[in-house]
Every structure is written in C-alpha cells, then in structure tokens.
C-alpha cells in the first residue's frame, strides 16, 4: 500500500512538472528562413507563428506565387526548429522523473 501511494504521489509530481513545462513552452522562440533569408518566419514552442518578415524587393505582384511558397518553407522551417527545441526542453525539465516502468512522456504531455 505504501508503493501505491509512493507511486501516485510521484505521479501527482511528474504531472506538476509537466504543466510547468508545457506553460514555459510559450518562451521558446525559433526562426525558419527561405529564399536566401528573403522570407523569416518566427514561431513558439506551443506552434504558433508569432512573426513573418518579407524582404521588400520579393513583394511583386509577379512574384505572388513565389512568395507564397518561400511562407510555406520559412515557417515550416520555424515549427520543425521550435519542435526540437520545445523536445529538448520538456527532456531537460523531466530528467530522472520518468523512471516508473511502463511510464510514457508522450502520453503524459498529450494530457
């Protein structure tokens, strides 16, 4: 009985952390770029895109299509980049909490 509650307070603690680190989320910041830096675009660790910066001289009514394909790429670029930061974040804040055979991070942080 007393590895159950040893257990579930553990549990209570590895979901406290967690919230944390899933709220601090919002603080990772990465950029993707495309067209030689001609297009940026900056997202969060939540997978929001917070800016885009269009270089002046591709903004042509000729050059739409472009332009709208570098978007594309400069912010997935942004989100991949955020992603691996956002892992490498919850990783650090988690370490050695994760010990519990049959624990999964990934369920944990979908919930």
Known sequence: MMDMMKM???M???????????????????EGESGGGMVKA?????????????DKDIAKPEDVEMLQD??????????????EKS??????????LLNIPGMDLNSLMKG
């Open 42 to 54: 900056v997202a969060n660790g939540k997978k929001q895109v917070l800016k885009i910066e269009i």
């Open 87 to 96: 892992k490498d974040f919850i990783q650090k804040e988690t370490e050695g």
């Open 12 to 30: 209570k603690e590895i979901q406290s952390k967690l919230k944390d680190a899933q709220d601090q989320l919002a603080d990772i910041i990465a």
């Open 8 to 10: 579930l307070g553990k």
């Open 70 to 83: 570098l978007v594309v790429a400069a912010v997935n670029r942004a989100l991949e980049a955020v992603e």
